[in-house]
Structure formats: structure tokens, C-alpha cells
């Protein structure tokens, strides 16, 4: 038996890239998998998967900007699980590119509302049941754009920042109570997300990448089940770079 089987992983965004690469990785190491994310199509695909290679999952709607949708997905995890050991709060949009100048409150609002208010409150209600056994390892997406700035994304930029702070806080405020938070922070990943940002010029990020390449969800989502680990267990309230190298410059 390996430390992952039977325990219960909540991944948001699981739908896609990073967060389904992370699905099927705990599955493959016999965890139960939540995967929940906005949109239904995707995520019952990635529940698929991982029935067909003889895992466990279950596929619970949520969109994690509105609260009540995310106390409700708690509230079913509890139910239907009993427990919630570890979380992978991934969901998260690029916005609409454009300067700061140029930055519409619409997008800045939108932006910030799924990526950190959203992340916030999937953390205080995951907080709320880890809690109450004093155990349990979240870790947050933020991007290497939590670390540095980055032309035309103000509010990715500024929502991926915040997401380190609030991972920091969280984790001082729970470093006595047996649950562990760490923020990740992947470089230029091969998905949806990046194909949307590069309007499908993916390999053309590649030239800044010290490595010579892109990286897979697959490298991030090994990445989150290390933090996840007891391998990690002097780890807390870190913000862990995964970029080949990218913020080494
Ligand atoms: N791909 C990259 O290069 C890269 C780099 C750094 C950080 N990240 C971060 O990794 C995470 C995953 O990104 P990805 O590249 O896999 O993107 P993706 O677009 O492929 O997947 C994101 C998933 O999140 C879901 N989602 C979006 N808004 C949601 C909401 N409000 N509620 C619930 N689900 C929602 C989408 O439906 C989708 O399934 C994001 O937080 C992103 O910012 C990605």
C-alpha cells in the first residue's frame, strides 16, 4: 500500500491540462480523485479516463468563484467521502490580454474573482474540514508569473502574486495544526491555457525556457503529488518554481 491509496484528493480545474494531468496521476497511485471543475463536458471526460485504467473518481460540478457553489462542493465531498486529505486548487483563466493602461475593469474583476477570490475560497472551505482532524496538504496554482511581472496580464500577474501571500498566511496560521500549504508555480506548460495564449504557437515560448522547451502537465502534476507527500513534510508556505529554468534569469 503507498501513502496516496485510498486517501481523498480534491482537484479544481480538473477538466484540462495541469488539473486532469494531476487526476489521473493520484488515480494512478490509488487515491480517490474529486474532480470538479465549471465546465461538465471536460470533467466527465477526465472521470472517464480514469475509470478506464481501474481508478476511482467522481466528477462534482463547481464554479470556484461562487461560494455557495464551492461550500456545496465541500459539503459533498464530505458526504459522499467522509474525509479530504489533500487539495489541488488549480482552476484558474489567462484573462483577456491587454497593458495596465488598457485593462478593462471587466476583465480585471473577471481575472481576479477565479483566481485568487475563487482559490480563497476553496482553501477556507477546505481549511474548515481538515480542521477538524488536524491533518491534510493543499497546494495552490499560482504560475511563474506569481514570481516576476509579465507585459499585457495585469490581472493574472497580480492574482498569481497574491495566491503566494495568501498560501503564505494560510500556512503560518496552520503550521501547527497538521496541515501543510504550498503554492506551485509551473513555467510554460503545454495546454489549453497555453495554446489559447499563443494562439497556437505554443514551441514559439520555448526560446526562453534555459531547458529548450516547454514542460508537460504531467512534470507539474508529479511536482503536486511530491508537495501532497510525507517526502515533502518540512515544507510549508513555499512557492515551488516548476519552469526548466525560466525564472533562473
Ligand atoms: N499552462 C501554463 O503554461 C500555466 C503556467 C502557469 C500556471 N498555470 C496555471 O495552471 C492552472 C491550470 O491551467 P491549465 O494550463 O491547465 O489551463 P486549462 O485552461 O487547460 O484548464 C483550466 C481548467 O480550469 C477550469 N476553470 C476555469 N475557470 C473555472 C472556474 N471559475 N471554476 C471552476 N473551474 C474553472 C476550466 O474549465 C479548465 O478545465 C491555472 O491556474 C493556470 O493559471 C498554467
Redesign the pocket.
Known amino acids: 500500500m503507498n501513502e496516496y491509496e485510498n486517501k481523498v484528493i480534491l482537484i479544481?480545474?480538473a477538466?484540462?491540462?495541469?488539473?486532469r494531468a494531476t487526476a489521473l496521476l493520484f488515480a494512478h497511485h490509488r487515491s480517490q480523485v474529486i474532480v470538479?471543475?465549471?465546465?461538465e463536458v471536460?470533467g466527465f471526460e477526465t472521470v472517464n479516463k480514469i475509470k478506464e485504467m481501474g481508478g476511482k473518481a467522481s466528477f462534482f460540478k463547481?464554479?470556484?468563484?461562487n461560494e455557495k457553489e464551492v461550500q456545496e462542493l465541500i459539503t459533498k465531498t464530505i458526504k459522499d467521502f467522509d474525509q479530504l486529505d489533500y487539495a489541488f486548487n488549480?482552476?484558474?483563466?489567462?484573462g483577456t490580454p491587454a497593458p495596465t493602461n488598457e485593462c478593462t475593469s471587466e476583465n480585471w474583476n473577471k481575472t481576479i474573482s477565479?483566481?485568487l477570490t475563487?482559490l480563497w475560497l476553496c482553501m477556507k472551505y477546505e481549511l474548515q474540514e481538515m480542521l477538524k482532524y488536524k491533518r491534510g496538504n493543499i497546494v495552490n496554482?499560482s504560475?511563474?508569473?506569481g514570481l516576476v511581472g509579465f507585459e499585457n496580464i495585469p490581472a493574472y500577474v497580480a492574482s498569481?502574486h497574491g495566491i503566494i501571500g495568501l498560501t503564505k498566511t494560510a500556512a503560518i496560521e496552520n503550521a501547527k495544526n497538521g496541515i501543510r500549504i504550498n503554492a506551485i508555480c509551473?513555467?510554460?506548460?503545454q495546454?489549453?491555457?497555453?495554446s489559447r495564449f499563443t494562439k497556437g504557437d505554443e514551441q514559439s515560448m520555448a526560446k526562453d525556457v534555459p531547458m529548450g522547451r516547454i514542460g508537460k502537465?504531467e512534470e507539474i502534476a508529479e511536482a503536486v503529488l511530491w508537495l501532497c507527500s510525507d517526502k515533502s513534510s518540512y515544507m510549508t508556505g513555499q512557492a515551488m518554481a516548476v519552469d526548466g529554468g525560466w525564472t533562473c534569469h
Open positions: 479544481t480545474g477538466g484540462s491540462g495541469i488539473g470538479s471543475d465549471r465546465d471536460s463547481c464554479d470556484i468563484s488549480n482552476a484558474g483563466i489567462e477565479v483566481n475563487g496554482c504560475s511563474i508569473a498569481k509551473p513555467g510554460t506548460i495546454t489549453p491555457m497555453l502537465p
